[in-house]
């Protein structure tokens, strides 16, 4: 009989493809080492295995035992079962598994959206009306512009509130972008049931248009970039059209100017196709803003005293100048952007902790590898090359020591978005060289992102078995829904712990990968943000393209 699942066995709730890598963590000791796949359907034993030793995991506080089915390769929907423990909970295994999910992280986005009704239609249970219709906000003295106000429409919320940040819509833009560049097909128009489906343009890249219309208009005149528009303190746990505080123009940096300058040059190749006049639009943007930076390089933003709400403030703007000319290089072809870049200096190794300070960096060299820019014989492309493939190894050295496989072994805010932004990596790394390890990489983070990891859930919500319900994020609070906005991924383990005064609670002594609670206050843990999505789709997207 086919039970609750038991979090103690941690298996990717989604599942897996027929031909790739299957393995689960035991948690708990097992009174004999025999496991089965089990149908679910007609309830027989399709597969049994042994467990493996015991590996000792002082990161999770744990004793696993790993058990490794992948040799069966049967499509259907099993649970994995173990005497003592009972079964795990359900999985599929198919050639297109991950698809729902993927979709799933897209179609999260357009329930971020500001400034509409979220109609029955497309959103569900989910409806609501319109909030932060933002078509008259006011300059705040940081932006540096006399009193007035501008329009500054659409986009997403960030997160779980309701701002709306340069930085980072611009730096997941680019994210999101990859993937389309890489596999335009991924997502075709029609898949996602949003307003725009049945236009003839591709679902994808019309939810991305929406972010990036707000931001082209956060350009000011002189090409710089207001850093965010933002109310001076976080709402209240209320519905967008109850959360209704002033909103302002804050600041202006050249960190936000060079993320939107090299978003731009990007969305220029993305939208070249099927909206030239809007893709030029975004070129000259681009090109304003980066003059902007080369006459203000140094302007570092940090909160005004009477702005409270997140700041994305970031002392080095060296991975944002390098992100930046990158994508002008690859745009305009120009060598002059190439030229400002040190290539021999880059700096190879992914750090967990540094995703929109640093990680765009990677983006860059990203976009150069894959663009054609340089002939493949070019000493930069070699270099660039070989520095990234250097970057996956070490990656796959780190996780081979690590029971759930996941390349990371420290634990920041959003330490989820570390591990698909690691995977981002190792997927760059599979089309450079098509070796079954680096895929293998890429396939054994999602699993940890849905449901193998020590605390058993999928971090997807509505996506899995067992998978949060209490995510920081005001709509899901306020909305007397039971199950929060689907498609959002929760930030993940963080063993800083920066939330125990808001009302959260950890367990005592909570190991670093445990560190993560699915409780409402938990914001360092728990709430969902669009950089964290982003890689989400990205990995998902990668795995769909290469399932058979
Ligand atoms: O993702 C950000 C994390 O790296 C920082 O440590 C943290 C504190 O500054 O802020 C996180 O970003 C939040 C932003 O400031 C406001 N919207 C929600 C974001 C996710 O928690």
């Given at each position: 009989i086919i039970g609750p699942g038991s979090s103690?066995?941690?298996?990717?709730?989604?599942g897996y493809y027929p031909n790739g890598i299957k393995k689960a963590v035991i948690a708990v000791e097992p009174t004999t080492l025999e496991f089965a796949l089990v149908d679910s359907g007609s309830k027989r034993t399709v597969y049994q295995g042994q467990l493996s030793e015991v590996f000792d995991w002082p990161l999770a506080n744990e004793q696993v035992r790993i058990a490794d089915f992948t040799e069966f390769q049967d499509p259907g929907e099993y649970v994995l079962y173990i005497p003592n423990l009972g079964n795990s909970h359900p999985f599929e295994i198919r050639s297109d598994v991950l698809n729902p999910v993927l979709e799933g992280s897209v179609k999260g986005l357009y329930f971020q959206r500001t400034g509409m009704a979220l109609d029955e239609k497309h959103a569900g249970k989910w409806h609501r009306p319109a909030g932060h219709p933002d078509s008259l906000v006011a300059f705040h003295p940081s932006s540096g512009k006399q009193p007035g106000t501008i329009a500054s429409p659409k986009g997403w919320y960030d997160a779980g509130d309701y701002n709306k940040y340069i930085i980072n819509a611009t730096f997941p833009l680019g994210q999101w972008f990859r993937l389309y560049e890489e596999y335009p097909e991924t997502i075709p128009d029609d898949a996602l049931n949003i307003p725009e489906s049945g236009n003839g343009v591709s679902d994808y890249l019309d939810e991305l248009k929406y972010e990036l219309d707000w931001a082209l208009t956060m350009q000011d005149e002189d090409g710089g970039l207001f850093h965010k528009l933002t109310t001076k303190n976080f709402e209240g746990m209320v519905m967008p059209h109850q959360a209704t505080a002033e909103r302002f123009i804050v600041g202006k940096s050249t960190a936000a100017t060079l993320d939107f300058a090299a978003c731009t040059a990007q969305a220029y190749r993305v939208y070249q196709d099927i909206n030239p006049e809007y893709a030029k639009a975004c070129l000259d943007a681009s090109l304003k803003a980066y003059r902007w930076a080369r006459e203000n390089p140094e302007v570092l933003f940090s909160n005004p005293e009477d702005v409270h709400t997140g700041e994305y403030g970031d002392n080095d703007v060296a991975d944002e100048w390098f992100w930046a000319n990158a994508e002008l290089f690859v745009s305009t072809g120009d060598s002059a952007f190439l030229e400002q870049m040190d290539l021999e200096a880059f700096d190879f190794e992914f750090r967990p902790g540094e995703s929109w300070t640093g990680f765009m960096r990677f983006l860059g060299v990203f976009s150069m590898l894959d663009s054609g820019s340089f002939e493949t014989s070019d000493s930069n492309y070699q270099h660039l090359r070989a520095g990234l493939l250097g970057s996956a190894d070490e990656l796959l050295r780190r996780s081979g020591q690590l029971p759930y496989f996941q390349p990371i072994d420290d634990f920041h805010w959003g330490s989820n978005s570390d591990v698909l932004n690691a995977a981002m990596i190792l997927a760059q790394a599979y089309q450079l060289d098509p070796d079954p390890k680096y895929l293998q990489g890429v396939r054994q983070a999602a699993d940890y992102i849905l449901g193998n990891n020590p605390v058993g859930y999928s971090y997807v919500t509505g996506f899995g078995d067992r998978t949060p319900l209490f995510i920081h994020h005001r709509q899901s609070a306020a909305d007397s829904i039971p199950e929060p906005v689907p498609g959002l991924l929760s930030g993940g383990p963080n063993s800083?712990?920066?939330?125990?005064?808001?009302g959260t609670v950890y367990p005592e002594n909570v190991a670093p990968m445990k560190a993560?609670?699915?409780?409402?206050?938990?914001?360092?843990?728990n709430e969902i943000c669009l950089n964290w999505n982003a890689p989400l789709t990205y990995i998902l997207g990668f795995l769909e393209n290469q399932a058979d």
């Open positions: 103690d066995i941690r298996i990717n709730q989604i800083r712990l920066q939330d125990t005064t808001n993560w609670v699915d409780q409402e206050p938990s914001y360092a843990s």
